[in-house]
């Protein structure tokens, strides 16, 4: 009996609380599409003064080479990926001591419902590993796109436009707190319901070609290339 009160005991511990909750928290991040963009990029001889976009499928759909040439640009979007899956790969992007990276990451570490201070945290590991690998890189860290719940039929992705509000706002304070450059994207997606603009998108999460244009010619005016 006196054994049997100490495994109550234990279990009932906040430590083994936060132990299950930690527990539940989906971290994958890797798929047949990560490992074959991983083997693509692998390959890839790095370039000096690489400017990286790094990110998920709005990061890899947009044609940056096209968009900023003369200039040695790379995309590392990879459709479907998440705060772990970045910082899983961060490593060789800092070996190669860029010049820019421009990093678009967490609308899929909340469609997995992950916590907000999980996700800030990895943002902390990405930035630390940053600062400390390639401390002369300009790292800007772009917000999180809207999304047009009028256009997406996935039910993980309805109500996830306050999340997306909230987890930016976290996002921005973080900025501030390690001086980086937040870069709020906004107000050049969004509409009057500060939802994506449904004539720049394809589905109400991604954006169509000519929306990167946009984007590249908002960063060209904001001094960032």
């Known amino acids: 009996m006196k054994r049997l009160n100490i495994l ?57 080479q096209e968009l900023i040439p003369g200039k040695p640009v790379i995309n ?23 010049k820019t990276i421009f990093l678009l990451i967490g609308i899929n570490d909340l469609s997995r419902k992950l916590p907000y201070d999980v996700i800030i945290r990895n943002y902390r590991r990405i930035i630390a590993k940053i600062k400390t690998g390639t401390p002369k890189t300009t790292l800007y860290i772009q917000s999180i796109l809207p999304l047009n719940s009028s256009m997406t039929t996935a039910p993980y992705l ?7 509000m909230e987890l930016n706002r976290m996002i921005k304070e973080l900025c501030a707190e390690e001086k980086l450059t937040y870069i709020d994207l906004h107000p050049l997606f969004e509409d009057e319901n500060k939802e994506l603009k449904k004539e720049l998108s394809i589905d109400g999460i991604h954006l169509k070609a000519s929306a990167y244009i946009m984007w590249v010619e908002y960063l060209k005016k904001m001094k960032y290339l």
């Open 158 to 164: 309805q109500g996830r436009n306050p999340m997306q």
């Open 76 to 98: 590392r979007g990879i459709g479907g990926d998440n705060t772990f899956g970045v910082l899983a790969r961060l490593d060789d992007i800092v070996a190669a001591k860029p």
């Open 8 to 64: 109550l005991a234990l279990f009932s511990l906040p430590a083994f609380s936060a132990f299950s909750q930690e527990a539940k928290i989906d971290s994958n991040y890797t798929n047949s599409h990560y490992q074959q963009r991983m083997e693509f990029f692998n390959k890839m001889p790095h370039r000096k003064n690489e400017i990286v976009f790094l990110g998920n499928s709005i990061t890899e759909h947009g044609e940056w």
